[in-house]
């Protein structure tokens, strides 16, 4: 795409957030186009799933791995899970949750904000999950999609927004929602290869207060970094017991993840039977050791060492000693960490941009359940 291609509104993130606020704010009576520029494969942003090239038929969702809901107070959250609930778009996660002490016994009491208050899961993938958020109100077909597309640049000229993505395709918009904030944070300047955060650029400071507070909080926002390992086994491999639901997760207090450096295993079953495994960490030591490793074959045969080491004996898993492949993501859109940015900055009129995600001070902040709410206020707001 060489033209300017020109929409009323560009959202920058394909996200549950930016998937919640395009279906809402059409619901809410938006008539106009609306591009979502994604630089991923797909939707769902760091709720997501793997279709693997190399291992045809396997689909695991290696991100966010359920929809968590601990706040119920907030009638926008409340009536946007009932809806999904009543299209059948997602149900109550009836899975097994358990927790490894510091003696690797297992307690069914799980402490941990990704899995306490209603936990639900998609009926299909989490990654189906955003576009059939966006299929339930997107009747006249008002979104565009633009995947595999990189913003690395933006200008505000003539009441307008221009963004530039890394290939040189131009987009033009009388709004701007980024839904991520890669544009607005320091992180921007090695990801991008830029030399300049692109918002700051477009926006110099002390130009509009908004712009310059939500500048500056997020540079004291930080991440946690994420490193996932998906395992494809073979046909062999099942749980010891007769454990049928799609789900099954194992999680690590405290000072068992500094122990093996894991933070969670999560189990997921296939229609065909086939059991993956999606192993989550967030320790820095183990992403580094990855990064630094000449053999990622050792790296491997490490991590599987760990989790033979974790599920010794255990009554419910088996040890893993074939498996067909394994694959590693390592996240850019990492949790974020430190203090939420008020809502009060969510919208700079005066610039005709927006801002939502799970990085707002709401409750949920950092996980789905603020991206979604984030999401619902913004079209609230916008309306």
């Known amino acids: 795409m060489n033209n300017l291609s020109s929409y009323d509104i560009a959202i920058v993130g394909g996200g549950i957030s930016s998937s919640v606020f395009a279906s809402r704010h059409i619901k809410n009576g938006f008539k106009g186009k609306i591009a979502i520029i994604e630089y991923g494969r797909n939707l769902g942003g760091r709720a997501s799933t793997r279709y693997s090239f190399s291992n045809k038929g396997w689909q695991l969702d290696h991100g966010s791995p359920n929809l968590n809901i601990k706040n119920y107070s907030n009638n926008l959250t409340k009536k ?3 809806e999904l609930l009543d299209k059948d ?14 003696e690797n016994n297992l307690n069914l009491k799980v402490n941990s904000d990704f899995h306490s208050g209603k936990n639900y899961i998609t009926s299909s993938t989490m990654s189906e999950l955003s576009q059939k958020i966006i299929s339930t109100h997107n009747i006249n077909n008002q979104i565009d999609y633009f995947f595999e597309t990189l913003i690395v640049k933006l200008e505000f000229r003539n009441n307008k927004w221009i963004l ?48 310059d507070n939500i500048i500056k909080l997020l540079d004291e926002q930080s991440y946690l970094p994420r490193m996932t390992f998906l395992i494809y086994t073979n046909h062999n491999y ?37 059991l993956g495994i999606v192993i989550h960490t967030r320790s820095v030591d183990l992403i580094k050791e990855f990064s630094n490793s000449e053999n990622h074959e050792i790296f491997k045969a490490n991590l599987i060492l760990q989790f033979n080491k974790l599920f ?10 074939d498996y067909k492949d394994i694959s590693i993501m390592r996240w850019n859109a990492s949790q974020p960490y430190g203090a939420g940015i008020p809502e009060n900055l969510q919208v700079c009129k005066k610039y005709n941009i927006a801002f939502c995600g799970d990085w707002f001070a709401n409750e949920g902040f950092g996980r789905v359940e603020g991206a979604i709410l984030s999401a619902l206020k913004l079209s609230e707001k916008l309306i």
């Open 89 to 102: 778009i997602i149900q109550s996660d009836t899975s097994e949750y358990y927790e490894f002490n510091d």
């Open 238 to 274: 099942d749980f010891k017991d007769s454990y049928k639901k799609k789900y099954r997760y194992f999680l690590l207090n405290k000072s068992h993840e500094q122990k093996f450096k894991i933070e969670r295993i999560i189990f997921q079953k296939h229609i065909d039977s086939k």
């Open 312 to 321: 010794h004996q255990n009554k419910h898993i088996n040890k893993l000693f």
């Open 80 to 82: 946007f899970i009932r």
């Open 164 to 211: 530039t993505s890394k290939n040189g395709s131009k987009f033009i918009s009388k709004f701007l929602v980024c839904s991520s904030n890669l544009l607005l944070h320091k992180r921007s300047l090695d990801i991008l290869h830029v030399n300049q955060i692109p918002l700051r650029k477009a926006i110099p400071i002390k130009k509009d207060k908004i712009i």
